[in-house]
């Protein structure tokens, strides 16, 4: 939307879209999510190596504890998405 945006009006890109435009601008009051943040790299290399550490054979709730011990808080589609 945001690339659309410097071509066409927001109201026009949102009428075509069907959306309500209150939406579009309260998503973008809303703080950068934390998918969008560079922190997952930090977690994502500490869940490979937690991964390949048990011979790929850990599962997801084990992995989220061994990140939860090592202070990375991971949900569990998030972690099993990158295994």
Do not use: N
């Not at 659309?4 to 075509?16: D, G, P």
């Not at 809303?30 to 943040?37: K, V």
């Not at 084990?62 to 090592?70: A, C, I, P, S, Y």
């Amino acid at each position: 939307m945001d690339q659309q945006r410097s071509i066409y009006r927001v109201r026009l890109l949102y009428q075509v879209l069907e959306v309500v435009l209150a939406r579009y601008y309260a998503r973008r009051k809303q703080a950068p999510s934390l998918a969008t943040s560079a922190a997952p790299v930090v977690w994502e290399a500490a869940l490979e190596k937690a991964f390949t550490c048990y011979h790929k054979r850990y599962g997801i709730r084990r992995l989220r504890v061994e990140l939860r011990e090592e202070g990375h808080r991971v949900g569990p589609s998030a972690a099993a998405s990158r295994c």
